[in-house]
């Protein structure tokens, strides 16, 4: 059936017993694909039902449907002409595992960081009513992003504005990846009541309106039994409190549930929130039975049983392993996640040490402050985030951390090029707006031993050190036990005479390849590890410029602001910086894809490496630059 649907007109054709088939289709189709891609697999089968529901009440473009965070909307794509490519999900030049505007008139939203599409739902809603633009828009948010600052900051406007074009739909699976955790989660818990109540609430207010009492005083009777009747059966929802309609909560699966109530909130003309509770990997043994994150976001897998087809030590897999270590020795240590413990390599942690680790919910700014609060009362918090996400606390990081110069550890899990999530995703862009950050201290280790290594130095430091390091398996297993690095000491791992290549985290191992390349064709290139971003190794300027006539940068980093900047803002006052060369990622954002293509497409392989190293050593020489160590002073 799947095949028939060009649009979301085709689905409107069917009915419940058609659509129910579709719906078991769909989940199929998703597991088939995603065991061979890799993706978001609980979270789409959750929303089968939903998505049908709001592709048949909705009429998507006229009426806006806004994805949070749009990890969800594969069910989405399949609806909107996109079932036949998605084979393609995440592979180079294939369909976005996010909403793309440039797919589909259909997606709107391509931003992957949550909790924005109620100021995005705000932002169109309005703007539409000012150029009487008909059409309602629909926010679907989870009660994961739901704990979102910027949901709340929307939601207090969308209050004051009253914009009768817009709903809001809180599926509410009880989950982010694990299950999500405060006050917000207990209170939408309590308001999943006894599925019959939404149905129980009704009749009452039929019976109500049926009331055979007449004149002023039956009315106020009627009202009165009506209010107190509605107290004892919905406790007050902080959705009503805010002043925004209320209702729910509707069993997420329940087509038909499902379409009478968004039926009503489209016709309401006044801002609601539709409270739709949902299964997480619905329909799906294996992610049902996981108690990690019900199989959230995951490579290639095997259908049948779940399991992962590659299981390597990665990055992530080292640092859980570290931090433990290091909290067995420092009973300071506490960890902060913003609602991805598994994904950032705390499970172990979380098991050995329940009390020092925090879940704050994806609230990635109060994260920052929080452990600048902790670290105020003599803990040594550690800030365990994607790189990406960090870039939502970047005024925390620099004002509540470092202008407090305060012993936080930021540590920044799939640093660089991250692959087949894409532009939103990769981490490409925390060397600049760290290295800029009066106080803090910035290094990327070049393999397991150094990450662990790297990890005492910044627990034993007095102020914010942030480490980054890339998705994807280490080198090698770390050499154990590690001594502390020296803040600020690179290292030459190979000395040459031609040029060096001063490379940072994982572009150490990718500059000896490009060396052992150039050595077959007689250049002589050294290899620094640049590992301390900041503060830069002073023989930078004193010894490695002056002996070498070549110096190539290379950082899985944006170029402007990066590593390279860090070499030439040292240099220039020496009047060296014209030896540098550097070897970065382009200024605009990259698409999903292979990582490993990603970073060759960019120069950033070892071929591309050699080639750069070759280009610049003719340009010097047919310069007459200098080759070799410049003439003492
Ligand atoms: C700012 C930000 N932090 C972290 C993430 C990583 N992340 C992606 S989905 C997700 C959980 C979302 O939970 P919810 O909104 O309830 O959606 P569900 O997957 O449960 O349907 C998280 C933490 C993100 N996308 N954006």
């Known amino acids: ?178 299950p999500t955790v405060g006050g917000l989660a207990r209170h939408l818990a309590q308001l999943q009541i006894d599925p019959r109540y939404e149905r129980l609430k009704e009749e009452i207010s039929h019976r109500l309106r049926e009331l055979p009492l007449v004149g002023y005083k039956a009315d106020q009777a009627a009202f009165r039994v009506k209010e107190s009747l509605k107290q004892l059966l919905q406790p007050n929802t902080v959705f009503d409190s805010l002043g925004l309609k209320y209702a729910g909560a509707c069993d997420g699966h329940d087509l038909e549930a499902l379409e009478e109530l968004l039926t009503r909130a489209k016709r309401l003309h006044t801002p609601s929130v539709i409270h739709v509770v949902t299964e997480k990997g619905r329909g799906y043994e294996p992610a049902i039975d996981d108690e990690i994150d019900k199989l959230h976001g995951v490579g290639a897998f095997d259908p049948l049983s779940g399991r992962p087809r590659q299981t390597e030590l990665t990055y992530t897999d080292v640092f859980g ?83 407090h110069r305060l012993p936080v550890v930021f540590v920044l899990d799939r640093a660089g090029v991250t692959g087949p999530d894409g532009s939103s995703h990769h981490g490409v862009f925390d060397l600049s707006y760290l290295r800029m950050i009066p106080n803090m201290k910035v290094a990327a280790p070049a393999d397991a031993t150094e990450l662990c290594a790297l990890l005492e130095t910044a627990l034993a430091s007095d102020g914010p050190v942030a480490i980054r390091y890339p998705k994807g398996t280490v080198p090698a297993t770390p050499d154990l036990p590690v001594e502390p690095i020296p803040v600020g000491r690179w290292e030459e791992v190979r000395r040459g005479q031609d040029a060096a290549i001063l490379a940072v985290g994982r572009m150490v191992e990718v500059a000896l390849v490009a060396a052992d390349r150039l050595a077959e064709e007689g250049i002589s290139c050294g290899v620094v590890n640049a590992r301390w971003l900041k503060p830069v190794d002073p023989r930078l300027a004193s010894d490695w410029a002056r002996r070498y006539p070549l110096l190539v940068t290379a950082e899985d980093n944006v170029g402007s602001g990066g590593f390279g900047g860090a070499v030439l803002e040292t240099l220039a006052p020496t009047g060296l910086a014209g030896k540098v060369r550097i070897a970065a990622l382009p200024d605009h954002f990259l698409p999903h894809g292979k990582q490993a293509e990603i970073l060759a497409e960019n120069g950033l392989a070892p071929e591309g490496l050699a080639e750069t190293v070759k280009e610049h050593i003719q340009v010097a020489g047919e310069a007459g630059l200098p080759h070799g160590p410049p003439p003492a002073k």
């Not at 172990?348 to 902790?374: K, M, S, W, Y």
């Not at 040594?380 to 996400?389: A, D, G, K, M």
Request: net charge negative; aromatic share 6%.
């Open 1 to 178: 059936m799947l095949e028939s649907i060009q649009s979301p007109a085709d689905i409107r054709k069917l009915r419940v017993p058609e659509l129910k088939a579709l719906a078991t289709e769909i989940r199929a189709f998703l597991v088939e694909n995603i065991s061979k891609t890799g993706g978001h697999l609980s979270p789409n089968l959750g929303v089968v039902e939903l998505t049908l529901a709001l592709h048949r009440i909705f009429d998507s473009p006229r009426d806006a449907i806004v994805w949070d965070t749009g990890h969800q909307a594969y069910v989405h794509k399949l609806l909107t002409g996109r079932s036949s490519a998605f084979a393609s999900l995440r592979q180079p030049g294939g369909l976005s595992g996010y909403p793309s505007r440039s797919e589909s008139e259909h997606d709107l939203i391509e931003n992957s960081h949550a909790s924005t599409s109620l100021s995005y739902a705000l932002g169109l809603a309005e703007g539409r009513l000012r150029d009487g633009i008909p059409g309602t828009v629909v926010a679907v948010i989870g009660d994961g992003a739901l704990t979102g600052g910027m949901a709340w900051e929307a939601l207090n406007q969308i209050a004051h504005l009253q914009p009768p074009n817009l709903v809001v739909v809180l599926n509410d699976n009880g989950r982010s990846y694990a």
């Open 321 to 403: 392993e570290a931090l433990m270590t290091a909290a067995s020795r420092h009973p300071n240590v506490v960890a902060i996640t913003a609602a991805m413990a598994s994904s950032t390599g705390l499970l172990n942690f979380a098991r050995e040490f329940p009390d020092r680790v925090f879940d704050v919910g994806i609230c990635e700014q109060h994260a920052v402050t929080f452990a600048a609060g902790l670290a105020m009362a003599g803990k040594r918090p550690v800030v365990c985030i994607y790189s990406t996400f960090l870039q939502r606390a970047f005024d925390q990081t620099i004002m509540d951390v470092a202008l």
